[in-house]
């Protein structure tokens, strides 16, 4: 473990990300032991609430982040506790709004811009890049005590025993929200049982729904353009320009399945019977199929068992693969969970996917 590590640090090779991403926050330097350290405001100005809004419906969100280091929050000193968090700017935009009014040092990481849980699964969230921090930000000639307030959701990602051992700094796990900070260390950084809750309530559900809709929605052009080369084919009767109408209206149905995959299955989640992600989601599938069957005159425009079939198993496979896919952004499964439901479904759907095509291309040919 010990190659492991020294290795990575003689081999860091950090990104080098502009000042421009946080100028705007800070607010003066403070005179350190080390040097000037630059302060950040806990204020949230237009730019950060427009900036928010963005990387939420999924825009510019691989270059949201801020430039690793220390920053001092308020007028901390010596003594002032070390918070340790990840450099996607939404984070530290929270974490900063949260804590206002206390004094404490604030040493980003880099996690390539993602957010603490999903650096801390992915890897970049490591014991490994807090070593490094520690040691390039010279955090022992800064502070008087030998402790950093790490954010729980990151524990999976780090070895407290390796920082200790190679820093001499001992970490603690903060609680889930960075809201529960202020109470954590007036608590003498004890939390309490709700401060260790994750908790993924219809708000939360619906802000990681709302950017599933965005990336998902780009499926339809896809789906379009399948469906209207399948009528271009199939429908000899009709000119272009009422074959393109039937292709759109054909498309609608796939536009109402990515909403429902995207928002109602993550919305309606606690109430869905069963317990996997796919199978929840294969409920609201088959509702949505039956309306469509249903009224097949007022979306389909066809009666062909074969194409209805097609449409059936496609809209089926897009929500049931929407569904699956919120597992990587629920707190409601493992892990272990996550890839064996996947390992389990993907197939299915593959499966799924051809029948349909084949449907579409026999009621050409046939």
């Avoid at 780090?158 to 960075?178: C, D, M, N, R, W």
């Avoid at 949505?288 to 062909?304: A, C, G, L, P, Q």
Wanted: overall charge positive.
């Amino acid at each position: 473990m010990e190659d492991k590590i020294i290795k990575k640090f003689n081999n860091k090779n950090e990104e080098s990300i502009s000042d421009d991403k946080i100028l705007h926050l800070v607010s003066g330097t403070i005179d350190s032991s080390i040097g000037e350290i630059k302060k950040i405001t806990e204020e949230w100005l237009m730019k950060d609430t427009l900036g928010a809004i963005s990387v939420r419906l999924g825009f510019g969100r691989d270059t949201y982040k801020v430039p690793t280091g220390l920053y001092a929050l308020g007028n901390p000193n010596s003594d002032s506790p070390v918070l340790v968090t990840a450099n996607y700017k939404l984070t530290l935009d929270y974490v900063r709004r949260d804590i206002n009014g206390l004094d404490v040092w604030i040493l980003i990481i880099d996690t390539k811009g993602v957010n603490v849980w999903c650096a801390a699964g992915k890897g970049t969230f490591s014991t490994e890049e807090i070593i490094y921090q520690i040691k390039k930000c010279k955090l022992e000639k800064l502070v008087n005590h030998r402790e950093l307030i790490l954010p729980q959701l990151g524990a999976p990602g780090v070895e407290a025993y390796q920082i200790l051992k190679y820093t001499g700094f001992t970490a603690h796990y903060g609680p889930v929200s960075s809201k529960d900070i202020k109470a954590y260390l007036k608590n003498n950084k004890k939390a309490t049982t709700e401060m260790r809750k994750v908790n993924f309530n219809t708000v939360d559900r619906l802000t990681v729904a709302v950017l599933e809709l965005v990336h998902s929605i780009k499926l339809l052009s896809y789906i379009f353009l399948l469906i209207l080369i399948t009528t271009i084919f199939s429908e000899v009767s009709f000119n272009g320009y009422s074959k393109f109408l039937i292709a759109l209206n054909n498309t609608i149905p796939y536009l109402v399945a990515i909403i429902i995959g995207s928002i109602f299955v993550p919305l309606l989640l606690p109430f869905i019977p069963f317990k996997m992600f796919s199978v929840k989601a294969l409920v609201l599938a088959v509702l949505w199929s039956f309306v469509v069957i249903r009224y097949k005159e007022v979306f389909m425009y066809i009666n062909d068992w074969r194409v209805l079939t097609a449409h059936v198993l496609g809209l089926t496979s897009v929500i049931v693969y929407l569904g699956l896919n919120f597992t990587g952004s629920s707190t409601y499964v493992s892990f272990s969970g996550v890839y064996k439901e996947t390992i389990l479904t993907i197939p299915v759907l593959v499966v799924a996917i051809f029948m349909s095509l084949a449907l579409l291309v026999s009621k050409i040919f046939i």
